[in-house]
């Protein structure tokens, strides 16, 4: 499990950078509906990936399976979001509902992994 952690970890480094990216830099920079994009692209991606850090400490199939769900979801969830924002275009709007589901799956499939740790 140990690339999920280093993904899930690498995930929440991202999600905070872009918050703090929304607050400071991009504050002046961006429409206010750009930067509230941003931060529920944030939001979204750090709740994944602290789920993915609390899943990498599990074992068995479907906490990893439900691990890479939720944390693939989330980036391609927020990337899409952040896409949009940054560079105005909609051509990775197609993204956001595939990471969405993405992420509801591996919520589904959570809820049926064994809760056992290494």
């Keep these: ?3 999920l952690n280093i ?3 690498l995930s929440g480094l991202l999600a905070l950078g872009f918050l703090v990216a929304a607050a400071h830099p991009l504050r002046d920079a ?3 509906a750009d930067l509230e994009r941003i931060k529920l692209a944030a939001f979204v991606q750090m709740g994944a990936a602290c789920a993915g850090l609390a899943i990498a400490n599990r ?3 479907l906490n990893l399976i439900a691990g890479a769900l939720i944390v693939g979801g989330a980036a391609l969830f ?3 979001l952040y896409a ?3 560079t105005g275009s909609r051509a990775f709007a197609a993204l956001a509902p595939i990471g ?3 992420l509801i799956l591996g919520w589904a499939v959570l809820a049926f992994a064994k ?3 290494h």
């Design 78 to 80: 927020a990337g899409a």
């Design 59 to 61: 074992s068995g199939r």
């Design 100 to 102: 969405g589901s993405a």
């Design 84 to 86: 949009i924002s940054l």
């Design 115 to 117: 809760p056992t740790q």
């Design 1 to 3: 499990m140990r690339p």
């Design 30 to 32: 961006l429409a206010a």
């Design 7 to 9: 993904a899930a970890a």
